[in-house]
């Protein structure tokens, strides 16, 4: 509500957006509405994960923010065409 993130859009790449289901400052629908403009654009695939309960700070979820990140990082590196 914030924010502008208008800056990424266009996006050039594809990405992993990753948000706390307890995140008091940006609310899911807004996350979802960035997510769903970015992944509009041809070529770019946006992969949206929640982290159960985690607030802005994913504090005491590190452990599945590592996880998730490490997981896209190899589906991306085994996959490297966004678009598969």
Request: net charge negative; charged share 25%.
């Amino acid at each position: 509500n914030m924010y502008d993130f208008n800056f990424l859009a266009p996006c050039p790449a594809s990405g992993l957006i990753l948000h706390g289901t307890r995140d008091q400052v940006v609310p899911e629908a807004d996350v979802q509405k960035l997510v769903d403009r970015l992944t509009a654009q041809k070529g770019i695939k946006i992969t949206y994960q929640k982290v159960e309960g985690a607030n802005p700070f994913f504090d005491n979820h590190e452990g599945e923010v590592v996880d998730a990140v490490e997981a896209y990082v190899q589906r991306r590196m085994d996959n490297p065409d966004p678009g598969r």
